[in-house]
């Protein structure tokens, strides 16, 4: 099939998957325009998961049409797998095999030829700054370096368009820093990228746009501006001392609350979204004072992406969290991508 060119490279329309009764997609349309990120946010369930096996042939639509790098992903899923890189939510590598001998073989998989597979290994290495493990089996490497190798392994034929489904799950705060930096530079060097996340400073620091998901179906789209914008207002933030003034304090808050009021109970902290700001503040810490509390900290803000994940989906971000949605083995379809290039050839030596 003859390739197209174009601006975008992810371009999917009118996406629908159905399992049984249930709708897990709903009419998805999408556009990566070529050396940019997008970000797929939603609530546990939302159809990420769903959307990234669709785009990258592990499921086939049962509406739609999608076009990665070109290539008609359903007519000819074979030229798309050659153009497209997927790490997924758990990092599947072979744990019996040493970080170098797991990069070897995806390269042998791609049929790269051994002198070229094992090059590729070493250069993947020293990028991902595992070359003093390259020789340990992969059952002895940390969470954060089975992330970086699994990473490493999607990107050993030199794919232009990279899937990542839940990058940074897991990883201690400075191995996500680490991840972060890794995928810029990719970027900067011209990769296409799509992931789904649950960290929202994931997307807000990464993405060029983000796409908000639930129930199957695009809710919003935007850059993390144009999306705060949409939220619009500002925030009056209140933090207390005791139990007992989190609800005296939301009592007060409810009041002028043009939104819902969010309560963190463990922090004592709450949330109103308010319209004429900084007068509304100077009303809380009045009645507030009135009725014998004196908050430890009390401020006005702009909206984050916080505010609008939970205005949009009716949900807290840190809700968002594991498989969201195909029932199927998450490990299974991860070992299936690295092999998808090589299903209907086998491995050459």
């Known amino acids: ?46 159809g990420k998961t769903t959307t990234v096996r669709m785009l990258t042939t592990l499921l086939v639509p049962d ?8 290539v008609d992903v359903v007519a000819d899923p074979r030229a798309a797998r050659e153009r497209i ?13 040493t970080g170098f001998e797991n990069l070897d073989m995806v390269g042998r998989l791609y049929h790269l030829g051994r002198r070229r597979s094992r090059e590729r290994a070493w250069e993947l290495l020293e990028q991902f700054r595992l070359t003093d493990a390259a020789k340990r ?36 705060p400075r191995s996500r820093n680490d991840m972060w930096d890794l995928l810029t530079g990719m970027v900067a060097d011209g990769t296409t990228l799509l992931l789904t996340t649950q960290y929202l400073e994931e997307a807000e620091r990464l993405a060029d746009d983000i796409v908000v998901i639930d129930h199957g179906r695009i809710i919003a789209r935007g850059t993390a501006d144009e999306l705060k914008t949409d939220v619009g207002g500002q925030r009056v933030e209140v933090v207390v001392a005791t ?39 100077v009303d809380v810490l009045r009645r507030l004072e009135e009725v014998g509390t004196v908050p430890l900290d009390a401020g006005l803000r702009r909206p984050t992406l916080d505010d609008v994940f939970l205005t949009l989906t009716g949900k807290p971000a840190e ?24 299903r209907e050839e086998g491995v050459r030596s």
């Open 319 to 342: 809700e968002v969290a594991g498989e969201d949605d195909q029932p199927a083995s998450e490990e299974a379809s991860q070992k299936a991508s690295r092999k998808a290039s090589t």
């Open 63 to 70: 509406e739609g049409t999608v076009e990665v790098a070109g």
């Open 243 to 281: 139990d007992a003034e989190v609800d005296v304090a939301a009592g007060v808050l409810r009041e002028v609350a043009v939104g819902e009021l969010q309560v963190e109970r463990r922090a004592r902290r709450l949330t109103a979204p308010v319209t004429a700001g900084t007068r509304v503040l």
């Open 137 to 172: 089996v992969a059952k002895t490497y940390s969470g954060g370096m089975r992330r970086r190798l699994d990473l490493a392994g999607a990107l050993v034929a030199q794919p232009p368009v990279l899937f990542l489904d839940e990058p940074t799950t897991g990883l201690d």
């Open 85 to 97: 890189g997927l790490s997924g939510q758990y990092a599947a590598v072979d744990e019996n095999l």
């Open 1 to 46: 099939m003859a390739e197209r060119t174009g601006d975008h490279a992810v371009l999917a329309r009118g996406l629908v998957k159905r399992y049984g009764e249930v709708t897990a997609v709903a009419g998805v349309d999408l556009e990566v325009p070529t050396g940019t990120v997008l970000a797929l946010l939603g609530p546990n369930g939302a």
